[in-house]
């Protein structure tokens, strides 16, 4: 009886523990910003391929270009563009893309999706500005007034 006793005790004690590190990797901040980020590019990627149909390469179309627009997923606030399919622009050249957050000048982890949250701690309203050039459809820009709530 008292082995039957311990061995309850000590499955009870693993799985408390297990949980235990589940909890903390669920709390991960870095890990939610990181996922957030890898669902909001996985998004943008699955819009523009769903516009796209498979076969030979169709010219850039440069009405895909919408602006800037915001969105909110994990608690986070994100600006982002869609230009997948304006294939032309090198969004890897710190040059040809430019975001700016009330003028001043910011370096998102990608080309087409800036993430608020690590550019500003405080609750405010700011205005987000995106500008690419394009050889094909020539200077991409747009702003859009974001208010920004800080993710808890």
Known sequence: MKTLKFSLFTLLMAVL??????????????QDKDQAIAEMENLFETRANNE????????????VFDGVNEFKFFGFTFAGV??????????????AVKWTIDGERVTP???????????????ATV???????????????DCATINFVPKN
């Open 109 to 123: 982890r990608t080309g087409r999706i800036l993430l608020l949250n690590e550019h500003l701690t405080q609750a």
């Open 82 to 95: 869609r230009t997948l399919s304006i294939r032309d622009i090198d969004h890897s050249n710190i040059n």
């Open 17 to 30: 523990f297990v949980s235990c590190e589940k909890e903390e990797e669920a709390i991960n901040p870095q």
């Open 52 to 63: 796209e149909e498979p076969g030979n390469p169709r010219p850039i179309d440069c009405s």
């Open 127 to 141: 205005e987000v500005c995106y500008s690419a050039v394009s050889p094909t459809c020539g200077v991409l820009q």
